[in-house]
């Protein structure tokens, strides 16, 4: 039987390649607008990073989100990320 191929993605803040279940996909609208996507699927510029506290503080420090994506961050957004990623390693 054959296996089937397990997509990967990088993440944007430790460039490590990781399946993309164990990722976190941030998308920017075309108006700019920046919030989590937890369905993978909505329309935008997307960047992907690993959904892990640490992580997310570097991502912050480095500002490697708002690289990829081309925006300023609010940290409402960042706030938003934070508890999605408390609610999926419970």
């Not at 164990?22 to 959904?51: F, M, P």
């Not at 892990?52 to 081309?70: F, P, R």
Request: proline share 3%.
């Amino acid at each position: 039987m054959k296996t089937r191929k397990i997509p990967e993605r990088t993440c944007v803040v430790t460039r490590e390649k990781y399946p993309k279940k164990e990722l976190l996909r941030i998308v920017r609208s075309k108006e700019g607008i920046v919030e989590a996507d937890i369905t993978g699927k909505k329309n935008g510029r997307g960047a992907y990073i690993k959904a892990d506290l640490k992580t997310l503080e570097l991502a912050k420090k480095n500002k490697s989100l708002e690289h990829a994506l081309q925006v300023e961050i609010p940290s409402e957004v960042y706030d938003e990320i934070e508890l999605i990623i408390k609610e999926n390693n419970k």
